[in-house]
């Protein structure tokens, strides 16, 4: 089970975009995340019209490394660690560290 998992909600904790929160698009195999408004890079693409493109200047997600984001609290309203608890019935979840709240439902 990953820390991070698609839709969680993050906080930049390093980098060009540090203290930006945004939403987990996607988790990428080699621990790339892509986030919503983040690392956002500028990329010059020519036309292609056997596909219906236009060219021009498109603005995109890039990956970021797992290492500069954490899970976003939004009761602290701030950076938080995760850990891992079994419940009584037997299923595995996600906890915030800090308030020992469970993040999975």
């Given at each position: 089970?990953?820390?991070?998992?698609?839709?969680?909600?993050?906080?930049?904790?390093?980098?060009?975009?540090?203290?930006?929160i945004g939403e987990v698009l996607r988790v990428l195999d080699?621990?790339?995340?892509?986030?919503?408004?983040?690392?956002?890079?500028?990329?010059?693409?020519?036309?292609?019209?056997?596909?219906?493109?236009?060219?021009?200047?498109?603005?995109?997600?890039?990956?970021?490394?797992?290492?500069?984001?954490?899970?976003?609290?939004?009761?602290t309203k701030k950076a938080d660690r995760i850990g891992f608890?079994?419940?009584?019935?037997?299923?595995?979840?996600?906890?915030?560290?800090?308030?020992?709240?469970?993040?999975?439902i």
């Amino acid at each position: 089970m990953r820390k991070l998992k698609k839709g969680d909600e993050v906080i930049v904790i390093a980098g060009r975009d540090k203290g930006k929160i945004g939403e987990v698009l996607r988790v990428l195999d080699d621990d790339r995340l892509l986030v919503n408004d983040v690392n956002i890079v500028k990329r010059h693409t020519k036309p292609n019209p056997m596909k219906g493109q236009q060219g021009g200047i498109i603005e995109m997600e890039a990956p970021i490394n797992a290492s500069n984001v954490s899970i976003y609290n939004p009761e602290t309203k701030k950076a938080d660690r995760i850990g891992f608890k079994h419940l009584q019935d037997g299923r595995k979840v996600r906890f915030f560290k800090s308030t020992g709240e469970v993040v999975d439902i």
